[in-house]
């Protein structure tokens, strides 16, 4: 090619406007656009902008981010799936993105992924620093550490938390709920003077504030991370006569409400968001067998559906499991689903050959098997710098 004719090329992209460059890098895979971050000023300045990160979370690429837990070190991986019909083996198809150690900024090993929203990862402190937490995002290599929030959080009291954004303003907020355990058999007027607590972080303010808890509830000690859905955290919960609910937390108007009554009657099941789209229960309560329900249309309680009827004895695997919770990630075209247990291992279930073969993203050391999590995750860039009043640094 002549060399003028190429510098030309070159001039014409770079000086396109910026809504249709915005178009064009959007539709790039993800390491893809990292890289074109570094050709000019122009560029590297349009990524950290609210409307390209937008843009790009319009057309999410979903992934997963897994941590890795072996030899008292702790690294994360984050990757996307390549979700198309007939894969004879997911394990081997997915696209890895980047490798990060989170104690590059948090400074400890005991740090573990809490929550993700929009490609911002809440990671959270439980040994050396009582509820410490760190927002990350490891696209744009930038991290905020949140003022430690006051209050008892040792055993047996219970705390849940949440990560959302509202529906109206797009504000980021973190939710921590505290309550003190239930001991009496009058459960009624047990519940009724129980010790219920709530405050919330919102990004850019730099400081806790308390908002009313709503009508006293026990929360399910296995879903203690509340799952998010239209601008809405979502908490397993049981009220005075045992009836099994979801309560519901609207980010906007910050004030609590019963969702749904569930159909299933056991609180030890796990609630998790699928296809940004669905709420899901999996009810692993059963020592025979692991039962996922899908709410098909949201806030309709009749559109609760049974889709998947694991036998637990079916597989060698899963035969040794009783009541460790099961974590439903993700259901592919082709209806095989990524599930987690525990903080043990990974595996999908494939439904034709009634198999649950693990799904391994690390290499591990076969003499300390160490602890996995994994958390459902889009990357984006979303800049932390966006956030007023905060202490952005990088990693």
């Not at 921590?176 to 405050?199: A, G, V």
């Amino acid at each position: 090619m002549n060399p003028k004719m190429k510098n030309n090329n070159e001039a014409f992209i770079l000086n396109l406007p910026p809504e249709i460059i915005i178009d064009i890098l959007t539709r790039l895979p993800i390491q893809s656009m990292i890289s074109c971050k570094c050709v000019c000023k122009k560029w590297l300045q349009l990524f950290s902008t609210p409307v390209f990160s937008k843009f790009h979370l319009s057309k999410p690429t979903p992934g997963l981010i897994v941590q890795l837990t072996q030899n008292e070190e702790k690294f994360c991986k984050i990757v996307e799936f390549e979700d198309i019909l007939d894969l004879q083996n997911h394990n081997l198809h997915y696209k890895p993105v980047l490798k990060f150690d989170p104690s590059s900024f948090t400074g400890s090993d005991s740090t573990s992924i809490l929550c993700s929203v929009n490609g911002l990862i809440c990671f959270h402190e439980y040994i050396n620093k009582l509820d410490a937490f760190y927002i990350c995002n490891p696209i744009t290599r930038e991290y905020i550490t949140l003022p430690q929030p006051n209050g008892n959080t040792m055993y047996p009291n219970i705390v849940t938390y949440g990560l959302g954004v509202s529906s109206v303003t797009s504000q980021y907020k973190v939710v921590r709920i505290f309550h003190e355990p239930l001991y009496s058999i009058e459960r009624e007027s047990n519940l009724r003077n129980l010790k219920i607590e709530c405050i919330v972080y919102t990004l850019g303010t730099g400081s806790w504030r308390s908002i009313e808890p709503g009508e006293p509830y026990e929360y399910g000690t296995r879903t203690f991370v509340g799952a998010f859905l239209n601008g809405n955290l979502h908490w397993l919960v049981e009220d005075s006569e045992r009836v099994l609910l979801i309560l519901c937390l609207d980010l906007e108007t910050e004030l609590f409400k019963p969702f749904s009554r569930a159909p299933f009657l056991n609180i030890g099941g796990s609630l998790t968001v699928l296809e940004d789209c669905y709420l899901c229960f999996c009810d692993f309560s059963s020592d025979e067998e692991i039962v996922i329900w899908i709410m098909k249309e949201y806030g309709v309680e009749d559109s609760w559906t049974k889709e998947v009827v694991i036998d637990k004895y079916q597989s060698e695997d899963l035969g040794a499991i009783t009541y460790e919770a099961v974590y439903v990630l993700k259901v592919f075209k082709d209806g095989e689903i990524l599930m987690l247990w525990e903080d043990t291992f990974l595996f999908y279930y494939c439904d034709k050959t009634k198999s649950t073969p693990e799904v391994v993203f690390f290499e591990r050391d076969m003499y300390n098997y160490g602890y996995i999590d994994a958390l459902l995750h889009t990357s984006s860039f979303v800049s932390l710098g966006r956030f007023a009043l905060e202490n952005v640094s990088s990693f």
